[in-house]
């Protein structure tokens, strides 16, 4: 099991930018997928990005394309959320999480980290 830990959130204003980090423990296999999900009080966690940990395309939530961008450091076992332009809807818990299947399906996922509260706006 990959133990992850997100760090990088706060409180912003509504279009300022924000970059959410995830460290892995170990490094991930060659073929794990990294994503990015979020979490509104109460609402499902819902998918947010995901990459290949070796790379490739990536997919986005129709409600974040164009503003974040999901990207990796290999050789730090990090994987970043660069989110800009942030909306008082984007305010949520983040998780970052492990899986070996390309999908947005939440329950495809491994491992997940604690969470990191991101809020937009008062």
């Known amino acids: 099991q990959v133990q992850l830990v997100e760090s990088g959130g706060g409180s912003v204003q509504p279009g300022d930018s924000l970059r959410l980090s995830c460290v892995a423990s170990?490094?991930?296999?060659?073929?794990?997928?990294m994503g990015w999900f979020r979490q509104a009080p109460g609402k499902e966690r819902e998918f947010v990005a995901l990459?290949?940990?070796?790379?490739?395309?990536?997919i986005y939530a129709d409600s974040v394309k164009g503003r974040f961008t999901i990207s990796r450091d290999n050789p730090k076992n990090i994987v970043y959320l660069q989110m800009n332009s942030l909306k008082p809807e984007d305010t949520a818990v983040y998780y970052c999480?492990?899986?070996?299947?390309?999908?947005?399906?939440?329950?495809?996922?491994?491992?997940w980290g604690q969470g990191t509260q991101v809020t937009v706006g008062s």
């Open positions: 999480a492990r899986g070996s299947r390309y999908t947005t399906d939440r329950g495809a996922y491994d491992d």
């Open positions: 990459c290949r940990w070796h790379g490739g395309s990536a």
């Open positions: 170990e490094r991930p296999t060659s073929r794990s997928i």
